[in-house]
């Protein structure tokens, strides 16, 4: 069992930038596929970002790609997702979500490829 924990979440301008962190419980982080996902009141969740488990591979929903950035560090057990010119229609809660993984180089982007999530955290962009 992984038990993810994000941070990072915030009120922000249009414009500015924001980095959310998750830190996953457990001593294998470097096992597990992870990816970031978001979901805004009304809404679906939706796939933004998702990195390999050796942080080479990386792909990313069109509506982000050029303005956001994943990222791990297998040493810190930390995947990050920095978040640059953020817009009104950024605002939802975002998802840390894992999956172990035999392959280091596969990157998920389905909300069915994934087994564990978080709890969330708020971003809110203002106009």
């Known amino acids: 069992q992984v038990h993810l924990v994000e941070s990072g979440g915030d009120l922000v301008q249009a414009g500015g930038s924001l980095r959310l962190s998750c830190a996953p419980s457990?001593?294998?982080?470097?096992?597990?596929?992870m990816g970031w996902f978001r979901q805004a009141p009304g809404k679906e969740r939706e796939f933004l970002a998702g990195?390999?488990?050796?942080?080479?591979?990386?792909y990313y929903a069109d509506p982000v790609k050029g303005r956001f950035t994943i990222s791990r560090d297998n040493a810190k057990n930390t995947v990050y997702l920095q978040m640059n010119s953020l817009k009104p229609e950024d605002t939802a809660v975002y998802y840390c979500?894992?999956?172990?993984?035999?392959?280091?180089?596969?990157?998920?982007?389905?909300?069915?490829?994934?087994?564990?999530w978080g709890q969330g955290t708020q971003v809110t962009v203002s106009s």
């Open positions: 990195i390999s488990r050796n942080g080479a591979r990386t």
């Open positions: 457990g001593r294998t982080f470097s096992s597990y596929v």
């Open positions: 979500a894992a999956r172990r993984h035999t392959s280091s180089i596969v990157v998920l982007t389905t909300f069915d490829g994934y087994d564990y």
